[in-house]
Structures are given as structure tokens and as C-alpha cells.
């Protein structure tokens, strides 16, 4: 019987199961497939990617079949969308690159029709570049939406433990009806999408791929690195999220913020930290209402824990870091407006799930020590735990897989890596690439101050997508530090508002 199936059909104690995921995880990186093994080539057929704001690219498009559990072979089977950019030059030497989304859940066609476009075409000068929408996520065959959400009283303020409790059941059901509609959770991991990587190589035909990933795209690399390193030739990092990095480090998030202070204080913004911690004040004693710039009919309630969850969300982008300042300080002078919209927004998202992002990200889950310490450092934050809320306890007893501890462990190979981090990047921040990089014998860094987790560390300085470029040319590219410009902050309503996703 295999592993899947037995942790499927038997009752198993936890800690054999995580021993039984981590002996599984060792035999598949002892023992990578040949190049066309056990492999259908692929059938690529023109396609038409159309871009934002470059035009029509022609490009080639097929579909990659895979097995939903790795382990059974010859069991049922997905496929996986994969659009082909034809390399426009190089050698013919270098490694096709797969470039891998994050989210989990982002589409990586979806990401090259985007303002992110020069990069992949500047990349595919050397290459070929394969654009893989993951399993479960964009073209490949995502598994229904559930029909069930929670939806919060926009007259209420949010409590913790009520909305915790909330949207555990709302994850329960959305875990039953998936069952029920014969969606295979246990199909949604990490390991289970690094195998299709190596399946992707082999359809190719090739002995070595290139993998080129952005935030969780990087987590997905890592457990390529570590499951079937063997078909891997080079390795860029955007934004590295480590084995154990899936829960963020709440200290981390308020030394990011104390960063952005100083910017802003630059910009005539004073004492960021002391104005979130006067608002907070603020709310704790008396929640606050304000009406909706986005939508004034709609008037919402506001408590501190909207607002530390409001500051964490908005610290991980530029777009979003730039809000920060002119919020806080028409909080303190009684308009709640910014916020309110900001407020209304993560509502939103935060009542709904999807199965694979669910999936992916409770398969991964954290070490005890990780979970330890970002509890620990929640009680000293200025965001507590809202950097990761609702997890880690919305995990607790939906019964999806865990990937164990073999899966989490710090990780060691030759395979070369070349990790770009920002120094304001409030998801995936400089000190996870540190962490990393002693476990690689052949990495480079390129850290570029000023970038977010968010399109400046593309586009933000041309030097970023010569050296993605080079690196994965096989060219050589030095550890270096690249500098640019300061966010600019909206100083009024009508800017935020301008700025404000539709």
C-alpha cells in the first residue's frame, strides 16, 4: 500500500504520520526519474498570450498530465496548463526555466501578462521560459468554489476569538463540501506540486531545468531542491520563503515598520510607531465609525484589531505601505475614512477560502519551534498576531494533510541559488534569504533597498531582470546591493482613493 493511501484509508497516530511524510520524502529525493521516463511528451499548440500593456506574444500552450497523488502513479489524473515562451536567443545551453507563482494559488501565466512582462522577455533572450500555472490554481483545473463564507457585520467591530471561531466552521464546512464533491485535499501540497515539476522535465525531454520563483513560488523551488534536486541546474529566489517560513515572524514586521517610519518622517510624516500605537489606544477604548470613501452608502464599525489587522496587511506592499502614514494620521485627527475602505477590503477576502491556497498552506503548516516563537513575539508585537491570523490555530482539527517535520528541515545542496530579497518586504523579508543561504555551497544575494513584496523588485531597477537573466544564462552574477527611490505617500483621500483596488 502506498504512503498516500495508507494515511488516506487508515487511522494513523500523528507522530507516525509525520515520520511516514518524511521517510517518503527522503526516498523520492534518493531516487530522481530518468529525463522521458514514465513521461508523455508534451503537445504544444500555438497560443496567443495577451499582455496588459505589451501586446500579443506568440507562444505555444499545452497540457501537462500528471497523476493527483504522485505515489499512485496509475492512479487519477490531472493536467496542469503550460504556456511556452520560445527563447528569441542564447546558446541553446542553458536550462529551460519554469517560473513557479506565489500565493499559493497566483497563476504564473497570469504573471507575465502583467506589468511583469519585461523581465520574462528579457529572460527568454537566453531561454526558453515554461509559464506553469500550478495544480489547482489558474488554468489547471481549480477545484470548485465553496459556496460558503462568513460575511461580518459592517456595524460591529472585529473580536478575535469570535472571528476565529467563525471562520473555523466557515473552513469546515468548505473542507466538507469539498469532500463531498470528491475534491482529493491531500492532492493539494507542496511535495505533490514539486512532483509535477520533475514530471514537467521529464515530458520535456530535458536532463535539467531551471526553476525561477516569486514568495510562495520559492517555497515550492525550495521542496523541488530538496525532493528531485538532481534534475535542477539553476535556482533565482524572489522573496524567499523558506521550508519553515510559512508563519511570518510578528518582530520582523514591527522592525519593517519602524523602517517605513523613518521614511515617512521624511516625507513630514512624524513618529509612525507612536501614532499606530495612540490609534490603537483609541480604539481599544471606544471602536469608531466611519463612512466608505469607495462606497459611502456603507458605514463601518472599527476596533483595534481591524487595525492591526489593516497595518498587516498593508505593510507587505508599496502600493499599500504608501497608504500607511495619511491613515494613521486622519485616524488621530477623528477620520476613519481611509481606514474604512482598507477595513471593508480585508473583510472581504478574509471570509472566504479556496480549497488549494487551504490546502497548500496547512500541508506545510510549521515546526513546533516556529509556532513557539511566533507566539511568543505576537504577545510583544505591535500587530500581535494578526500578521498571521487566522492561522496558525485555523489549522487545527480541519484533518488536512501535514507534510511532518522531514518536509520543514533546514536544507542543503549544490544546486546554485541566486536569492533577491527587499528590504521592505513585509511578507518574505531579507532575513529569510539569510537564513537560507548557508545551506547552499553555491548562492548569490542581490538585495535591493527600498523593494517591497511587490513590483519593484522587477522592475524597480534594471539591473534586477539583467542579473534574473544572466544568472540563468549560466552567466556569473556577484552578491551586490541595489538602491531605489523612497515610497511616495498619499497625502490625501483623493489619492488613496485613486489608488484603491476596484
Not at 133 to 150: K, V
Not at 277 to 297: E, H, I, M, N, Y
Not at 366 to 372: D, K, L, N, Y
Not at 434 to 461: C, I, K, Q, Y
Request: with cysteine; charged share 20%.
Amino acid at each position: 500500500m502506498t504512503l498516500p493511501s495508507l494515511l488516506k484509508t487508515h487511522v494513523v497516530h500523528p507522530r507516525l504520520q509525520a515520520g511516514l511524510v518524511a521517510a517518503y520524502v527522503a526516498f523520492a529525493a534518493a531516487a530522481p526519474a530518468l529525463a522521458g521516463e514514465g513521461a508523455a511528451p508534451l503537445v504544444f499548440e500555438p497560443y496567443a498570450l495577451e499582455t496588459q500593456a505589451h501586446g500579443t506574444i506568440a507562444a505555444e500552450a499545452a497540457y501537462l498530465e500528471v497523476p493527483r497523488r504522485h505515489a499512485q502513479p496509475d492512479g487519477p489524473r490531472m493536467r496542469l496548463r503550460v504556456v511556452r515562451l520560445r527563447a528569441t536567443g542564447g546558446d541553446g545551453r542553458a536550462a529551460p526555466v519554469v517560473y513557479l507563482a506565489g500565493g499559493p494559488g497566483g497563476s504564473g501565466i497570469g504573471t507575465a501578462r502583467g506589468p511583469r512582462w519585461p523581465v520574462f522577455d528579457q529572460v527568454r533572450r537566453e531561454t526558453d521560459v515554461l509559464l506553469l500555472d500550478q495544480r489547482g490554481a489558474g488554468q489547471s483545473e481549480p477545484p470548485p468554489a465553496c459556496p460558503h463564507s462568513h460575511t461580518f457585520e459592517d456595524a460591529q467591530p472585529i473580536q478575535r476569538e469570535a472571528t476565529l471561531a467563525a471562520l473555523r466552521d466557515t473552513a469546515a464546512r468548505c473542507v466538507a463540501y469539498w469532500k463531498h464533491a470528491g475534491v482529493d485535499l491531500g492532492a493539494y501540497t507542496t511535495a505533490e506540486s514539486a512532483g509535477d515539476i520533475d514530471d514537467l522535465r521529464r515530458a520535456l525531454g530535458v536532463r535539467t531545468l531551471s526553476l525561477w520563483g516569486m514568495s510562495y513560488g520559492t517555497h515550492l523551488a525550495l521542496a523541488t531542491v530538496r525532493l528531485h534536486g538532481a534534475g535542477l541546474e539553476r535556482v533565482v529566489l524572489m522573496g524567499s520563503e523558506g521550508p519553515d517560513d510559512t508563519l511570518k515572524p510578528p518582530m520582523a514586521a514591527d522592525a519593517l515598520f519602524v523602517q517605513l517610519g523613518v521614511l515617512a518622517a521624511g516625507a513630514g510624516f512624524d513618529d509612525l510607531t507612536g501614532a499606530a500605537r495612540r490609534v490603537l489606544a483609541t480604539l481599544r477604548g471606544q471602536p469608531q465609525q466611519a463612512r466608505s470613501l469607495v462606497k459611502p452608502d456603507r458605514q463601518v464599525t472599527l476596533g483595534a484589531y481591524d487595525l492591526q489587522l489593516a497595518l498587516a496587511a498593508m505593510l507587505g506592499r508599496r502600493t499599500t505601505q504608501q497608504w500607511i502614514p495619511f491613515a494613521l494620521r486622519q485616524a488621530e485627527r477623528g477620520d476613519y475614512r481611509p481606514l474604512a475602505d482598507i477595513v471593508l477590503f480585508l473583510r472581504g477576502e478574509l471570509g472566504a477560502f479556496a480549497a488549494m491556497p487551504l490546502a497548500m498552506d496547512v500541508a506545510s503548516g510549521q515546526s513546533p519551534q516556529r509556532r513557539a516563537l511566533v507566539e511568543q513575539q505576537a504577545r510583544r508585537s505591535l500587530f500581535g498576531d494578526a500578521l498571521n491570523f487566522p492561522f496558525p490555530a485555523l489549522a487545527d482539527g480541519l484533518g488536512l494533510a501535514d507534510l511532518g517535520e522531514g518536509f520543514r528541515a533546514p536544507l542543503r545542496s549544490d544546486v546554485p541559488v541566486l536569492f533577491i530579497s527587499g528590504t521592505l518586504d513585509g511578507r518574505t523579508p531579507p532575513a529569510n534569504a539569510e537564513a537560507l543561504r548557508p545551506g547552499f555551497s553555491h548562492s548569490t544575494a542581490l538585495l535591493v533597498r527600498g523593494a517591497s513584496h511587490d513590483n519593484e523588485m522587477w522592475l524597480g531597477n534594471p539591473a534586477i531582470a539583467a542579473a534574473i537573466a544572466t544568472f540563468l544564462a549560466g552567466g556569473e552574477v556577484h552578491d551586490a546591493e541595489l538602491a531605489l527611490a523612497p515610497p511616495e505617500f498619499v497625502t490625501s483621500n483623493e489619492a488613496l482613493l485613486a489608488s484603491f483596488p476596484r
